[in-house]
Nanobody
Framework: QVQLVESGGGLVQPGGSLRLSCAASGSGFSISTMGWYRQAPGKQRDLVAAIVIGGSAGGSAVYSDSVKGRFSISRDNAKNMVYLQMNSLKPEDTAVYYC???????????WGQGTQVTASS
């Protein structure tokens, strides 16, 4: 069974930076993709960024248009971790950020518990 634990959220002033971390634990699986979604109050959960972990496309990343050029996703395969570096944060980035993981050859997605990010003065 896969477990995900996020950390790094908090309160930051607009224009500031935060780095989110997500650690995956468990055994008997190979990771396909990891990434981050976010959900603001009253809104749907939207993809922020994702990165391919395994296979020939390992390291390939995608970003939502709203965060391109400001956020960067990276991975540490040896530690089963993924990071989201968030720079130039805006008030509209305020949301609960959820880490997710897809396992190779399996349906269904694993989710973390979420971490709050607030960009406010």
């Amino acid at each position: 069974q896969v477990q995900l634990v996020e950390s790094g959220g908090g309160l930051v002033q607009p224009g500031g930076s935060l780095r989110l971390s997500c650690a995956a634990s468990g055994s008997g699986f190979s990771i396909s993709t990891m990434g981050w979604y976010r959900q603001a109050p009253g809104k749907q959960r939207d993809l922020v960024a994702a990165i391919v972990i395994g296979g020939s496309a390992g390291g390939s990343a995608v970003y939502s248009d709203s965060v391109k050029g400001r956020f960067s996703i990276s991975r540490d395969n040896a530690k089963n971790m993924v990071y989201l570096q968030m720079n130039s944060l805006k008030p509209e980035d305020t949301a609960v950020y959820y880490c997710y993981l897809d396992v190779m050859g399996r349906s269904g997605r694993s989710w973390g518990q979420g971490t709050q990010v607030t960009a406010s003065s």
